[in-house]
């Protein structure tokens, strides 16, 4: 079965420019999504199809897809960027879910 | 204001069964397909079940194939999933979720509030 591997954690500092990661096999060849899960709340879907955003999402979140790797970029990080991150494919006919990355703001 | 509500979750002995619903408002329910979701606690996210905007097509993670059944009346707005046989691992809090699309692989655009499934003695 098809898996999605993120770091567990990453951290940045107010203001600067954090990266997660989300690697699997030829991943580019896919589409991605990513969420965004703060505690005790529903995830909100902040990048789907690699690079587009949902209205309403900050153009400070962007993401890119490209051979073995997805990445989530999040620009001037904020305090209230501090939450759980997932990326998402389909693989054939079901859903994956990468593990989660926890995002600390420092 | 599009908006999802999830009922039916609650406390349930291991074999038993249960039927989740999910509201649906605000959209064109008939345009979206639709999905599950759950996580169990402090777990992370696990994809459930799918289907297609007018039902022609379902999808079933392994963990619950067999067991699971999902469905959706578009008349009634509201997409259900009727679980069978349940295990100490189906607990989780579950959350009905929109596709951006008809099909699939549009992103899951709005989530509900989810609704708590325990599966105990």
Redesign the interface.
Known sequence: ?YELTQPLSVSVALGQTARITCEGNNIGGR?A?W?Q?RPGQ????V???DN?R?SGIPERFSGSNSGNTATLTISRAQAGDEA?F?C?V?DG????????TKLTVL | EVQLLESGGGLVQPGGSLRLSCAASGFTFSNHAM?W?RQAPGK????VS?IRSHGENT????SVKGRFTISRDNSKNTMYLQMSSLRAEDTALY?C?RD?FAG???????????TLVTVSS
């Open positions: 079965s589409n999504h969420f899960q529903a995830p909100i879907l990048i789907y199809r587009s949902p759980d997932y998402q389909w006919t079901t859903v994956v879910f990468g593990g989660g | 999905t979701v992370g996210l696990e994809w799918h999808y079933y993670a392994d959350y979720a951006l699939y692989d549009g992103g899951f655009d709005c989530w509900g509030q989810g």
